[in-house]
């Protein structure tokens, strides 16, 4: 836990488990001034924040912290930061308590536009040390998978991300054995969702290296479905908790959680 000093006196806003908002005026750590993250708790007199250029959680001076506002309902959103709960109940997820963020109020401000980019971005502007692509991660509005997350499988301190253990233990087998040797024991920390619905991957393996994409699979186009918004992407991180479950998608979760440990922090 990092114990960050404030540097202003005034009265804060109440800052509530769930509250978005900003680190500023600090003193000391200042490498975090500017950064964004939701508040997870409290420790005595601070309030514990999850960021996602950090592996830990933040204990900060309310004084320190601005309430940011998001728009949860346009739809205008290729990524989307996706943080960890403190205490999340899996058996029923409610999107509305998904912690998620995006656009210029967010760590993803000046997400690359080129794909073959993003590896390079994640590590320089997050500072992640480890980035992961998971890729075949679907929803429930959708009959084909839509959805790729990035994770930093170096993350060691942060909260487990149950929501990305969720959706990992439901990835078809041969999803989960493109990654299953570089995913770590639990996935901590923020991750990033990425919605990719234009493009999906027929056969073979792939590799993501900082600048280019090594392939041996054929890509098809798929009609573009457009953006997603907060809420939709919210619903899609609810509904890896949520979604049906047949015996082999039972067997499936067996296996993962065996690879990554169980859900419990």
């Not at 109440?14 to 900003?22: F, H, T």
């Not at 971005?121 to 500072?127: K, N, T």
């Not at 573009?224 to 047949?246: I, T, W």
């Not at 998608?249 to 067996?254: F, G, I, N, S």
């Amino acid at each position: 836990v990092v114990m960050a000093a404030e540097g202003s006196a005034a009265s804060p806003p109440a800052m509530e488990v769930g509250s978005y908002v900003r680190i500023e005026g600090l003193q000391s750590g200042t490498q975090h001034n500017g950064r964004y993250g939701f508040v997870v708790g409290r420790e005595g007199d601070r309030v514990s924040v999850v960021v996602a250029h950090a592996d830990v959680v933040l204990n900060v001076k309310p004084a320190n912290l601005v309430l940011e506002t998001q728009d949860r309902t346009s739809r205008r959103h290729e990524v989307v930061m996706v943080y960890p709960n403190k205490q999340t109940d899996v058996r029923k997820p409610d999107a509305s308590s998904m912690l998620v963020s995006a656009g210029e109020s967010s760590p993803l401000r000046g997400w690359p536009s080129d794909w073959m980019q993003e590896m390079r971005w994640i590590r320089q502007v997050l500072g992640w040390k480890n980035p992961v692509c998971v890729s075949g991660v679907t929803r429930a509005a959708s009959s084909k998978p839509d959805l790729m997350i990035y994770l930093d499988a170096a993350s060691e301190h942060c909260l487990v991300n149950k929501h990305a253990q969720a959706a990992i233990a439901r990835l078809p087998p041969w999803e989960l054995q493109k990654v299953q040797n570089e995913l770590p024991a639990k996935v901590r920390g923020a991750v990033i969702l990425v919605y990719s619905p234009t493009i999906s991957m027929t056969s073979g393996t792939q590799q993501f290296a900082d600048d280019s994409l090594e392939t041996s699979s054929d890509f098809q186009e798929q009609p573009s479905a457009g953006k997603l918004s907060l809420n939709d992407a919210a619903v899609a991180v609810a509904y890896q908790h949520a979604a049906p479950r047949s015996t082999a998608a039972e067997q499936r979760e067996m296996t993962i959680e065996q690879l990554m440990g169980a859900f419990s922090q």
